[in-house]
């Protein structure tokens, strides 16, 4: 299966399904060893939310997918929030 990456498109030609589903199931085929638990999963999103620097799910202080980032267990927020 061949990866397709977004790169620099606009936020008009965004399909938000489409990075749903390739966020989900990049999340799901994540081995559950490198994988957050669902609880501190949960936690570590509402904290995002809370955050200024979160804008249409991407952190503005690294540029990072924060559901990405968030599900994975070496993953650290920039401002050590969490």
């Known amino acids: 299966m061949t990866e397709r990456r ?4 606009l936020l008009e030609e965004f399909d938000r399904e489409a990075y749903l589903r390739t966020l ?3 999340i799901d085929s ?3 060893r490198e994988r957050t638990p669902e609880d501190v ?3 570590r999103l509402e904290t995002c939310k809370s955050c200024d ?3 249409t799910g991407t952190c503005l202080a ?3 997918f924060v ?3 968030a599900a994975s ?3 650290k927020c920039p401002y050590q929030k969490w």
């Open 6 to 9: 977004c790169r620099k498109c």
């Open 24 to 26: 989900k199931e990049h």
């Open 30 to 32: 994540t081995p559950p």
């Open 41 to 43: 999963y949960a936690r």
């Open 53 to 55: 620097f979160l804008e």
């Open 62 to 64: 690294c540029g990072c």
């Open 67 to 69: 559901e990405l980032r």
């Open 73 to 75: 267990r070496r993953g």
